[in-house]
């Protein structure tokens, strides 16, 4: 074999001041790791000597979270939602996990090891009817109210439909016309009505049709009936066929992409290999 050098190029010149950086931030994070773990060494020697959880860990610079009761979706004993413990989804499920008096591992979480101590186990039991009584009520008067507004709003729009003018049938269930023939948008019907699912209603039912919702907070009926419909003029909103043709473009294009894919993966039969993936594709050490 015969090699020939035909050209030389220097190498490029070193950015001292960024290896700098780059070294002074890998040596921090050694430090920073060594430290760790020489607060976590010292951590268990404390407990091995009979030291409480949280006694050893303060004393040796680890953080302590100690929340009162909570049941395994993250609630107090009066249902309220511990937000401290909302990120912390993994380590709730491994308190369930350990018996009373008893502590975790240390468990990997979120870049970091936390380790989770149980001090006392509170049985399951049915709360005193005395302390449920007035949540129960009042859960139970918003499900039969909303029960009943949404039978009186089907038999509504009944009427509506059977021939019936809507302040006709307004006034004999004792109902307020609030609007008539107010001419809405997309743009402003959100901020008009007060009912999640009734703009999309209104907006997806055909002329004399009705609508009917019922408020957020589950206290009032409402019916609408779409009297006439406006249908945008192309020639005088460009901007907006455009943004619809592109809308359509992009899913008519990943439709015919996600057919084609299918049926090449249907002829074609393809199989996964593990052991080759892991072999090619396998974490460095820094993952």
Request: net charge negative; charged share 25%.
């Amino acid at each position: 074999m015969v090699v020939r050098v035909e050209s030389v190029q220097a190498a490029p010149p070193v950015d001292v001041a960024a290896l700098r950086t780059q070294l002074r931030d890998a040596i921090a994070l050694d430090h920073a790791a060594d430290m760790l773990n020489d607060a976590i060494g010292a951590f268990e020697d404390a407990r091995s000597s009979g030291a409480g959880m949280a006694e050893a860990a303060r004393a040796h610079g680890l953080s302590v979270l100690t929340t009162p009761p909570i049941t395994a979706d993250g609630r107090t004993q009066q249902g309220q939602v511990l937000e401290a413990l909302t990120p912390l989804a993994a380590p709730t499920t491994a308190a369930f996990e350990t018996v009373e008096g008893e502590a975790t591992d240390f468990l990997p979480f979120d870049g970091g090891d936390v380790m989770v101590s149980v001090d006392r186990v509170i049985p399951a039991s049915v709360r005193p009817l005395e302390d449920v009584r007035e949540p129960l009520s009042a859960g139970w008067v918003n499900r039969e109210r909303g029960r009943r507004l949404q039978a009186k709003g089907a038999e509504i729009a009944a009427a509506v439909r059977g021939g019936r003018p809507l302040a006709e049938v307004a006034r004999a269930n004792n109902m307020r016309m609030v609007a008539s023939s107010e001419q809405v948008t997309r743009q402003t019907i959100g901020e008009q009505i007060p009912a999640r699912a009734m703009p999309a209603q209104i907006f997806q039912a055909r002329q004399g049709e009705t609508a009917v919702d019922i408020t957020a907070d589950g206290s009032q009926l409402l019916v609408a009936v779409v009297e006439q419909i406006n249908r945008a003029n192309p020639q005088e909103a460009p901007e907006l066929v455009e943004q619809v043709r592109t809308a359509d473009q992009r899913v008519l294009t990943n439709a015919l992409a996600e057919t084609v894919f299918g049926e090449i993966a249907r002829q074609m039969r393809p199989t996964r290999n593990q052991r080759v993936l892991d072999r090619n594709f396998a974490p460095s050490a820094a993952e």
